[in-house]
């Protein structure tokens, strides 16, 4: 299977932990993007990566949020100091892009987070 | 006030049932619309895509924009147990660098009982 691929599929962490995830694009894919998804809402949007730079942020990627792109392949999300709010379904995607083009996003299965 | 609304259901239908799924939304940038097919546990999976106003059909399935209403529809004809899952749609203001910034509904879960 070469698609996007997340790990782990699950993550249970105490409130104040640091959890990092980590996902792996399409190898031909240069963009990236991180959302979250909660329970019974649609994915929303956090950062998206053109090669290793980080292009946009959401206001959603409060500053214990970092992401990370090293060498423009696979991509880390770590989370400092978690909060019950943080649970939610981490969702990774990956695009190519060429010029002023952009093909959709095909999604990961994501990391599942709970905080307790 | 969300920007893309969507009815999260449930819907359940009969197997062979015509289902009709729709999303509206405030933005008029948005220029590219998708739905997305979301199973238990697993990521969004892409179904259509498609750009400004008009229809695309592709197998059971038919999308429809209709952007002086900001009213997008998919449409799934002879529908099987194996369609059960939530739909998303999702839009996005323009094909340049911010494609992959989606504007996603919440998704309507869908049950076709056989």
């Known amino acids: 299977d070469t698609g996007v691929s997340q790990d782990p599929r699950h993550k249970i962490t105490k409130r104040g932990q640091n959890v990092t995830f980590r996902c792996d694009p399409i190898?031909?894919?240069?963009?990236l993007y991180w959302y979250r998804q909660t329970l019974g809402q649609g994915p929303e949007f956090l950062t998206y990566?053109?090669?290793?730079?980080?292009?946009?942020k959401s206001r959603l990627l409060s500053d214990r949020f970092s992401a990370e792109r090293p060498k423009g392949s696979f991509s880390t999300l770590e989370i400092q100091r978690t909060e019950q709010g943080d649970s939610a379904m981490y969702l990774c995607?990956?695009?190519?892009?060429?010029?002023?083009?952009?093909?959709?996003?095909?999604f990961g299965n994501g990391t599942r987070l709970t905080v307790t | 006030q969300k920007e893309v609304e969507q009815d999260p259901g449930p819907l359940s239908v009969p197997e062979g049932a015509i289902v009709s799924l729709n999303c509206t939304y405030s933005n008029s940038a948005f220029q590219y619309f998708m739905w997305y097919r979301q199973y238990s546990r697993k990521g969004p999976e892409l179904l259509m895509y498609?750009?400004?106003?008009g229809n695309k059909e592709d197998g059971r399935f038919t999308a429809q924009v209709d952007k002086s209403s900001k009213y997008i529809s998919l449409f799934i004809r002879d529908s099987q147990p194996s369609d059960s899952a939530t739909y998303l749609c999702a839009m996005s203001p323009d094909r340049g660098s911010t494609l992959g910034r989606l504007y996603f509904g919440r998704g309507t879960q869908l049950t076709v009982w056989p």
């Open positions: 498609t750009y400004s106003s």
């Open positions: 990566f053109q090669n290793e730079a980080q292009l946009e």
């Open positions: 190898s031909e894919h240069n963009r």
């Open positions: 995607a990956s695009s190519f892009s060429v010029g002023q083009g952009d093909s959709p996003l095909h």
